[in-house]
């Protein structure tokens, strides 16, 4: 996909992270560390549920297979981490972030609408963690952390790209960037109802 300026605006942002919550996952490192983790591995899963369900579609499957492998990759990068430091990875969480997201998903309407919102869904959550990622890489005081979070930011910022090159490939353009537009301005308006959480990576 090109980075025009029309690119970058279609995949931006409409909030950014409160400045506060980068301190407050200072404090919380082991709990930001295992939640990071977990998001991880969650991002893998789901790559399989989505291969699973669209087998037949060839290039979805193709595009995502490396995924998987990447993002578990991720979560045992951030599982030795965690050893590095004697932190414990602790229990998964309920990611209200992720749940509040699903609400905004159809649940009906044509096939192509329902996978229009599952990439849509993958593509913000990933845009979204590049944001946190970038917000790690630059305020955090450890120099080692700032370049391990700088790694994972470029990282998803090729999966975000990814995915809306996916809704492009299988619905028409317009549809999928006014349908984009609609679940940025969903996710700031959640964003700003969300307590500010050090202990969370979304």
């Known amino acids: 996909m090109s980075t ?7 995949l931006g942002l409409h909030l950014p992270t409160d400045p506060r919550w980068v301190n407050l996952a200072e404090l919380s490192l082991e709990y930001i560390l295992t939640d990071h983790a977990y998001c991880e591995q969650k991002a893998a899963t789901s790559c399989i549920s989505l291969i699973q369900r669209y087998s037949e579609l060839e290039k979805l499957v193709t595009d995502l297979a490396p995924i998987v492998t990447e993002e578990w990759g991720h979560f045992r990068l951030v599982l030795a981490e965690l050893q590095k430091r004697n932190l ?8 209200e972030y992720v749940n509040q997201l699903q609400v905004f998903q159809k649940k009906d ?4 609408q329902r996978l229009l919102d599952k990439l849509l869904i993958f593509a ?24 391990f979070y700088r790694r994972f930011m470029e990282s998803e910022a090729g999966h975000y790209h990814l995915f809306i090159e996916l ?11 006014k349908r984009w537009q609609e679940w940025l301005v ?10 500010v959480r050090g202990d969370r990576m979304h």
């Open 4 to 10: 025009t300026n029309e690119t970058k605006n279609i």
């Open 88 to 95: 414990k990875l602790g229990k998964q969480r309920k990611d």
């Open 109 to 112: 309407g044509s096939p192509e």
């Open 124 to 147: 913000l959550i990933e845009a979204r963690s590049c944001e946190r990622f970038k917000r790690l890489s630059e305020g955090l005081d450890d120099e080692y952390l700032r370049n």
């Open 167 to 177: 809704a492009e490939t299988y619905v028409d353009k317009p549809t999928v960037r």
């Open 186 to 195: 969903y996710e700031a308006d959640l964003m700003q109802k969300l307590e």
